[in-house]
């Protein structure tokens, strides 16, 4: 299975930007879909940006023009650039390797530990 390690959390200004990197070890297939997601301190899960095997992206409208989500096959990489953070985008954000099926994302079952955002005002 695959195994993905979040990195490049940090504490930001509102207005600044942050690149999160996503490692991927284990058994990856170019054909896998991969995603980030978020969980703000007292709320749910919230799916935040998807990337198809064919680099086909899908965000959340909250992030929409702000995120940007990447991957790097040959380095099973996986990348969310955010810029113009906002405070309501602090979180920890988590990559996720998984699959479609039609439109919907379905994750793998390993996750990571996450990495923490954190943006003040």
């Known amino acids: 299975q695959v195994q993905p390690v979040e990195s490049g959390g940090g504490v930001v200004q509102a207005g600044e930007s942050l690149r999160l990197s996503c490692t991927l070890s284990g058994n990856i297939s170019p054909l896998n879909a991969a995603a980030w997601y978020r969980q703000a301190a007292g709320r749910q899960r919230e799916l935040v940006a998807t990337i198809n095997s064919g680099s086909k992206t899908n965000y959340a409208d909250s992030v929409k023009g702000r995120f940007t989500i990447s991957r790097d096959n040959a380095a099973n990489m996986v990348y969310l650039q955010m810029n113009n953070l906002k405070p309501e985008d602090t979180a920890v954000y988590y990559c996720?390797?998984?699959?479609?099926?039609?439109?919907?994302?379905?994750?793998?079952?390993?996750w990571g530990q996450g990495t923490q955002v954190t943006v003040s005002s």
């Open positions: 996720t390797v998984g699959s479609f099926m039609g439109t919907t994302y379905y994750p793998s079952a390993r």
